[in-house]
């Protein structure tokens, strides 16, 4: 059974940069046909589906999101990294990783996801 395990800062100040990493367990990043996902939701607002690398390393980004996302991987430790440039207080949210198929960009879409980690933007 795979496990996603989201980390990062909880406070972060207007028009900074902020790293989240989300740590997988019982599964490798690398395993052909899965694809892994940053997924957001904002207080009283529905999931937004941020982004994704996939099993060989490829990208791919929400077109409202693109300019100010970046999506790494660290394959000898099993860990995929979201940063998100300046920020606004718009971008506070709860933070998902979440592991999908191929394509996967709708919420269900996937089978495997982290508990979450809150990130709030403010000065």
């Known amino acids: 059974q795979v496990q996603l395990q989201e980390s990062g800062p909880g406070l972060v100040k207007p028009s900074q940069t902020f790293s989240l990493t989300c740590t997988v367990s019982?599964?490798?990043?690398?395993?052909?046909?899965?694809?892994w996902s940053w997924i957001r939701q904002p207080p009283g607002k529905g999931l937004e589906w941020i982004g994704y690398i996939d099993y060989s390393g490829m990208t791919y980004y929400s077109p409202s999101l693109k300019s100010r996302t970046s999506i790494s991987r660290d394959t000898s430790k099993n860990q995929f990294t979201l940063q998100l440039s300046s920020v606004t207080p718009e971008d506070t949210a709860m933070y998902y990783c979440?592991?999908?198929?191929?394509?996967?960009?709708?919420?269900?879409?996937?089978?495997?996801w982290g508990q979450g980690t809150q990130v709030t933007v403010s000065s």
């Open positions: 979440a592991r999908g198929g191929r394509g996967a960009t709708m919420p269900r879409d996937f089978g495997s």
């Open positions: 019982g599964g490798s990043i690398t395993t052909d046909s899965y694809y």
